[in-house]
């Protein structure tokens, strides 16, 4: 490898320290076997015999339903009712606490106090209780209309719920998880995060990954129980949210701050975005080198598309027709590689500061695949800084990735005078700009808005 390219690979494993490495995977815990389309529906499990629980409609669409029964449980104490309850409240497990009309309905395996910004962080204003001698306790309370963070208090001791997969991030320095359990009620105008309990893992790569998901505004709203929507599937995943304390003090690209502003500017479609983790110190190989020239590329582009997007698919409301792919550096390079080897899966690829060197000495780069595949019918974004005189962050290997697609069939426009198109080409050049999560959070709307346009 030349000396230059050297250089750049010992750069390029600085990212894999922005968090910790995933978790090394458990006995029995891989989901390899995972079917391309895996079955379930979106954000609640079913009933066992196939209909909703006491009634009530799955999901969102329900949560109404299950309320108004929590209260008739609460007066009656009625065993066939509370039974119905447990069930209903189980199939949503992950997405407590429930809301609406300005009442909030906690729920928790063991009695704990919930402290939150709706009541001041008090630890002593509310407390769940044993509901009927059941398995579940709960705790009723006048919450309004917005984004809460919470957390649990048991025993002196302040956690998250474990009921509860949405979280926002937390500076406060005495917070030692820096996150908190988040209440984002449907109509607050803005997106929260979640994240998957159990991680994905992969007996070929030997590793596992969390998923973390943006939801949007309203995503939980009654009204939208059924709808679908457009999805961006990014890498490094530990990265692009707006984690403070991440990528060397630089912060993390801050996606979900992004939407939320261009979403209620109108100028990005509400959407959702799934971050899967990188693996840690596989992270080069996987997105970087084809199998042919000792890298792990092949297998880990068959993780995502057979593995981790059936598993955000059966958890999430997306509309396969608008699967999108991102990624910066080396998750720049292998979303261009996913895009080109799946065309019929993805609506349109971005790369923001493409490290696309990789393979130049083996005639395996993205260069070499792309003369090999052809042009296909999709939008790409394009962008990087650096400057001709430094050649930093990827200047002349993206403009020879560029100028090839251009050659191809492309039709180039220049950000953010771009409209999407089968076979259009949305570039940027940020003069000067460094190779980091600060220049990719200036830039992540300019993308939003090429791929996103409502």
Excluded at 10 to 37: I, M, V
Excluded at 43 to 66: L, Q, S
Excluded at 152 to 158: D, E, I, R, Y
Excluded at 172 to 193: P, Q
Aim: with cysteine.
């Amino acid at each position: 490898m030349p000396q230059t390219h050297r250089l750049l690979a010992l750069a390029l494993l600085l990212p894999a320290a922005c968090a910790p490495a995933a978790s090394s995977p458990a006995p029995d815990a891989t989901t390899d076997d995972l079917p391309d389309a895996a079955v379930g529906t979106p954000d609640a499990a079913p009933a066992p015999d196939g209909e909703p629980p006491a009634g009530c409609p799955d999901g969102a669409a329900g949560t109404a339903c299950v309320m108004a029964l929590h209260d008739e449980v609460a007066a009656s104490c009625d065993a066939a009712r509370l039974a119905d309850l447990t069930a209903a409240l189980e199939a949503r497990r992950g997405a407590w606490p429930l809301w609406h009309d300005g009442r909030a309905l906690f729920v928790t395996d063991a009695p704990a106090a919930v402290a939150g910004a709706f009541n001041g962080w008090s630890a002593d204003a509310l407390a769940t209780t044993p509901l009927c001698g059941g398995a579940l306790a709960t705790a009723v309370a006048e919450v309004a209309s917005g984004r809460h963070p919470y957390k649990l208090v048991t025993a002196g001791t302040w956690h998250l719920d474990p009921g509860n997969w949405g979280f926002v991030f937390d500076d406060y320095e005495g917070n030692a998880d820096g996150k908190n359990s988040v209440l984002n009620t449907h109509d607050s105008g803005v997106g929260h995060l979640v994240q998957l309990p159990e991680p994905v893992c992969s007996e070929t790569l030997g590793n596992c990954r969390h998923l973390t998901a943006y939801l949007p505004r309203g995503y939980d709203a009654p009204a939208n129980a059924a709808r679908r929507y457009p999805v961006v599937f990014m890498h490094d995943g530990q990265n692009i949210f707006d984690d403070h304390d991440c990528c060397f003090g630089h912060t993390g690209w801050e996606v979900n701050v992004a939407l939320d502003a261009e979403i209620a500017a109108g100028a990005v479609a509400e959407a959702i975005v799934v971050g899967a983790d990188h693996g840690g110190a596989a992270r080069n190989d996987e997105y970087g080198w084809s199998t042919s020239a000792g890298g792990l590329q092949e297998p880990f582009m068959a993780l995502q598309v057979d593995v981790i997007q059936p598993t955000a698919a059966a958890r999430w409301r997306l509309d396969p027709a608008r699967y999108y792919v991102a990624g910066s550096s080396l998750g720049g390079l292998i979303s261009m590689r996913l895009l080109l080897a799946y065309p019929d899966v993805y609506a349109g690829a971005a790369s923001l500061s493409g490290a696309f060197w990789p393979g130049q000495d083996t005639d395996t780069a993205l260069r070499d695949v792309l003369a090999g595949t052809g042009p296909v019918a999709r939008p790409v974004y394009l962008d990087h800084g650096g400057t001709a005189a430094s050649g930093g962050d990827g200047y002349a290997d993206n403009l020879e990735i560029r100028d090839q697609m251009v050659a191809m069939g492309w039709t180039r426009s220049d950000s953010p005078a771009c409209t999407r198109g089968a076979s259009t080409l949305c570039y940027f050049h940020d003069v000067g700009a460094t190779h980091d999560e600060l220049a990719w959070r200036d830039r992540a709307w300019r993308f939003l808005r090429y791929l996103l346009a409502p």
